[in-house]
């Protein structure tokens, strides 16, 4: 791994658990829905949220890249289901959008930042609608885009070449670059990425020339020291 120039980095279920945040984050936001919108509360629990938020994934694949906006109209639809004023869905998504940021680093993240820090230019690369800039690791990034900003999800190649430019090179260089995600294995016909994952992806995928490390310390020394790679 001698010639990466940039590194482009997953953030949900790489930099931390999201799951966790994500229940953490409706179980409070029904909290205040019950103080403000008791009818609302009456008829849909925390889970009961969730469902009609997956239910909107279904119905509007138009929204798929935006998880942003498709949660805001899962909130409109309730809202005025339940006799209230839909656009208070606004309101609704910024205070989730807040509790959603609460987030926990897995215990290599920093450390491994740290790291990297000076070495390479780093972009965040995410399907979800984490905002690098809320958070105290903004520091360690130049950049960041979203499925929103590209109005694609990955694995479309799209938002690997919006990836690129916010790193300030040229896909087709030739030039090997750390990428992010399972989906990354779509795009190595013009890329080879190693990706940098969350426990449960490790291993080698020779098939797709993709490396799939943990983002700990030993993963990097891959990247930092120059390390032999397996393909």
Known sequence: MKH???ITLDLDDTLWDIWSVIRRAEVELHRHIESRYPRVASRYD?????S????????????AHDLT?????????ILEECDYD??????LMDRFLALRHDVELYPDVLPAL???QGRYPIVALSNGNADINRLAISAFFSGQVSAADAGVKKPDAKIFALGCEALGLEPASGDVYAGSGRAAC???RRYRVVVLGSPGLYGINKSCKVAVLPITEIAFEHIVHDRKSDF
């Not at 925390?46 to 969730?50: N, Q, T, V």
């Not at 949660?71 to 639809?77: D, G, K, L, N, Q």
């Open 52 to 63: 009609l938020r997956n239910q909107a994934y279904e119905t509007r694949p138009d929204l």
């Open 114 to 116: 740290e790291a990297l």
């Open 69 to 77: 906006e498709l949660r805001r109209y899962s909130f409109a639809m």
């Open 186 to 188: 779509s795009v190595v």
């Open 46 to 50: 925390a889970d009961g949220l969730r």
């Open 86 to 91: 839909p656009a208070a869905s606004h309101d």
């Open 4 to 6: 990466i120039r940039g």
